[in-house]
């Protein structure tokens, strides 16, 4: 059974940084493309970036050039660093894996003075 548990969410100020980590079990995250998406509180679930197996990248305009995705095979773990962040970056953090359709319960991501 394929379990997603995302982890590293927090409350920050406007303009600082996190790490989201994503650690998946009973998959091997290698050969799937995997994908960070965010709810906004009252808001649907939007897509925010995706890695494929040989580590290519895409990204939402809202985040491209702030976010990065990286993964990490040995540790079978994908991330989300997150640099210069918004108030409207709050919401709850999740990771998929697009091939199973798995989703993690999420992370809370809190951005405020």
């Known amino acids: 059974q394929v379990q997603l548990v995302e982890s590293g969410g927090g409350l920050v100020q406007p303009g600082e940084s996190l790490r989201l980590s994503c650690a998946a079990s009973?998959?091997?995250?290698?050969?799937?493309?995997m994908a960070w998406y965010r709810q906004a509180p009252g808001k649907e679930r939007e897509f925010l970036a995706n890695?494929?197996?040989?580590?290519?990248?895409y990204y939402a305009d809202s985040v491209k050039s702030r976010f990065t995705i990286s993964r990490d095979n040995a540790k079978n773990t994908v991330y989300l660093q997150m640099n210069s962040l918004k108030p409207e970056d709050t919401g709850v953090y999740f990771c998929?894996?697009?091939?199973?359709?798995?989703w993690g319960q999420g992370t809370q991501v809190t951005v405020s003075s």
């Open positions: 998929q894996q697009q091939i199973t359709q798995t």
């Open positions: 009973g998959t091997n995250i290698r050969f799937s493309r």
């Open positions: 890695i494929d197996s040989v580590g290519s990248t």
